[in-house]
C-alpha cells in the first residue's frame, strides 16, 4: 500500500511537521492517529509560520484531505478555534477535513481534572503535562465513560452521557468549580458545536480503508515522539497515548498490512520539553546556545526546550520499537559553529557500560552518557539540496551518526521552510504500491 507513517524518533518536537508538510505534496490524504491538543506542529508556507495543535499539517496543502482519527481526543472548543484561525489566514477547510466518528472528545472538566492531578503530584513528582485534559480524556476511554463524536453529535445521547461523567467527578470539581457551571458551560457550548462540527464527522475507518485500496497515498502523522510513548518512553514522563508507528491501526481502524514505510524523524541534537530524565542535556551555556540557536520554545506551551546532545541509545530505541525503514534529519543547520559536537554512544551505570536504553528508571536516572566527539563544522547554506554541497565535517557528522543507528538519511533538513531540504534517496519512501 502507498503509505508512510511519521514518526518522531526522540521526545518529539524533532520537525515532523516540516517533514509532513514536504511530503504531502505527493500524498492524497494526511492523517492524526493520536494525542489531542497538547502537540504542536510549526510549518512555514508561504513565508508565513504556522502553529498547528490538533489540525493534520498538511491542511496547509491545498487540494489535499485530511482526517483526524479516532485515536484522537479532540476538545471541540479548540478544533473550532483552529480551524476559524486558519480560515482567517485564507486556508480553505471545508470539505477536506475530516474527524473519526469514534475520537473521544475533551471537556472543561478533564482539564480540571488534570490540573488538579498535576498540583497534587507536587514538586519533583509531576509530569510536566500540558495541562489541556488529554490524560483524563484517554482515561475516561479506557474507563468505559468516554463521550464520541458520533455520541455528542445525537441531543438524545449527549445528555445522559454527560450526566453520567458529572456524577462520577463531582467531587473532584467541585472543589475548584461547580458542577452545575460546568453542567451549563458545556450545555452552551454543545448547543452552536454540534452543527459547526457535524459536516466534519466520517466515519473515519471506512473511509481511509477505500482511499487505500484505490491506491491513493497516505500520510499517517504522529504527535510527539517515542520516548513519550505510554508503553516504550520514559515512563510516567511520558503522553496518554502510543505515538509509535504500531498505534495506527488502532487510532485510524487501518490493519498492519496496509502501512508501507515508516520515516523516523530524528533531530541533529536532543530535546524535550517537561519533566522526566534527560541522559544528555546541557545546563551550560551551550544548552542555552542550541536553545536560541534553535528557537527551541514548544510550539503549544511556550515552555522553553531542554536541549542536549545527540542520544543515539534514545534513537536505536526508536528505530527498533517503530520498525523504522528510513530516517530524515532536522535542524543540522543549528549545530554550525559548534565544536566540538558530541555523540553519546553509551551510557555508564554502576561501572559497567549500557549500549541500549534501559527500561528501569533506577537505571536510567544514574546513567552518564559515553561520548564520541566530531569535528565542527561552519555555516551551511540554506540553498544546498545535494549532500555534496554541506561543508566536510558535516558530512562526516552525518555518516557517523548513519554508522552508529544502522540506517541512513533520506532527507536532510537545513531550515524551517520544506524546501531547504536535501533528498538523498532515488528509491520511494512510499513502501508498497506506490
Not at 520539553?273 to 551551550?286: H, I, K, Q, R
Not at 554541497?389 to 543507528?405: C, S, T, V, W
Request: with cysteine; glycine share 12%; aromatic share 8%.
Amino acid at each position: 500500500m502507498p503509505s508512510i507513517v511519521i514518526v518522531g524518533t526522540q521526545w518529539g518536537d524533532e520537525g515532523k511537521g516540516k517533514i509532513v508538510h514536504l511530503l504531502g505534496k505527493e500524498a492524497d490524504l494526511i492523517v492524526r492517529y493520536q494525542g489531542g491538543p497538547n502537540a504542536g506542529h510549526t510549518v512555514v508556507f508561504d513565508g508565513k509560520k504556522f502553529v498547528l495543535h490538533l489540525i493534520p499539517a498538511g491542511i496547509l496543502i491545498p487540494g489535499k484531505t485530511c482526517v483526524i482519527g479516532n485515536g484522537v481526543v479532540v476538545d471541540p472548543l479548540s478544533f473550532a478555534e483552529e480551524v476559524r484561525l486558519l480560515e482567517r489566514r485564507k486556508i480553505r477547510i471545508r470539505g477536506r477535513l475530516f474527524i473519526s466518528e469514534q475520537a473521544h472528545l475533551i471537556f472543561p472538566y478533564h482539564k480540571i481534572l488534570d490540573v488538579a492531578r498535576e498540583e497534587a503530584r507536587g514538586g519533583s513528582e509531576k509530569i510536566g503535562t500540558t495541562r489541556k485534559g488529554i490524560g483524563p480524556a484517554y482515561a475516561d476511554k479506557v474507563e468505559r465513560v468516554g463521550i464520541r463524536l458520533i455520541d455528542y453529535l445525537e441531543p438524545e445521547t449527549f445528555p445522559k452521557l454527560l450526566e453520567q461523567n458529572l456524577a462520577l467527578k463531582r467531587g473532584a470539581i467541585n472543589r475548584t468549580s461547580s458542577v452545575g457551571k460546568i453542567r451549563k458551560e458545556i450545555l452552551r457550548q454543545a448547543g452552536s458545536l454540534r452543527p459547526f462540527l457535524k459536516p466534519f464527522a466520517r466515519d473515519a475507518s471506512r473511509f481511509l480503508n477505500q482511499a487505500l485500496d484505490r491506491g491513493r497515498k497516505v500520510i499517517f502523522e504522529s504527535a510527539q515522539g517515542t520516548l513519550l510513548d505510554i508503553d516504550f518512553g520514559t515512563y510516567p514522563y511520558v503522553t496518554s497515548s502510543n505515538p509509535i508507528a504500531g498505534a495506527v491501526g488502532a487510532g485510524c481502524g487501518v490493519g498492519p498490512g496496509k502501512i508501507g514505510s515508516v520515516l523516523g524523524i530524528v533531530k541533529a541534537y536532543t530535546t524535550r520539553v517537561g519533566e522526566g530524565p534527560f541522559p544528555t542535556e546541557l545546563t551550560d551555556a551551550m544548552g542555552e546556545f542550541l536553545r536560541a540557536s534553535g528557537k527551541e520554545f514548544g510550539a503549544t506551551t511556550g515552555r522553553a526546550r531542554r536541549c542536549g546532545w545527540f542520544d543515539a541509545l534514545v534513537v536505536r530505541r526508536a528505530i527498533q520499537v517503530n520498525g523504522i525503514s528510513d530516517l530524515a534529519l532536522t535542524k543540522l543547520d543549528v549545530l554550525a559553529g559548534v565544536d566540538p559536537i558530541r555523540v553519546c554512544v553509551g551510557y555508564r551505570y554502576g561501572g559497567r557500560r549500557l549500549d541500549h536504553f534501559p527500561n528501569s528508571r533506577r537505571v536510567l536516572d544514574g546513567c552518564e552518557p559515553v561520548y564520541a566527539d566530531m569535528p565542527g563544522f561552519g555555516d551551511i547554506s540554506k540553498e544546498a539540496r545535494r549532500f555534496e554541497d554541506l561543508p566536510g565535517n558535516a558530512r562526516k557528522y552525518i555518516r557517523f551518526l548513519e554508522k552508529i543507528l544502522g540506517l541512513k538519511f533520506s532527507l536532510i533538513s537545513l531550515g524551517r521552510s520544506r524546501d531547504e531540504t536535501i533528498r538523498r534517496s532515488a528509491r520511494s519512501l512510499w513502501g508498497r504500491g506506490a
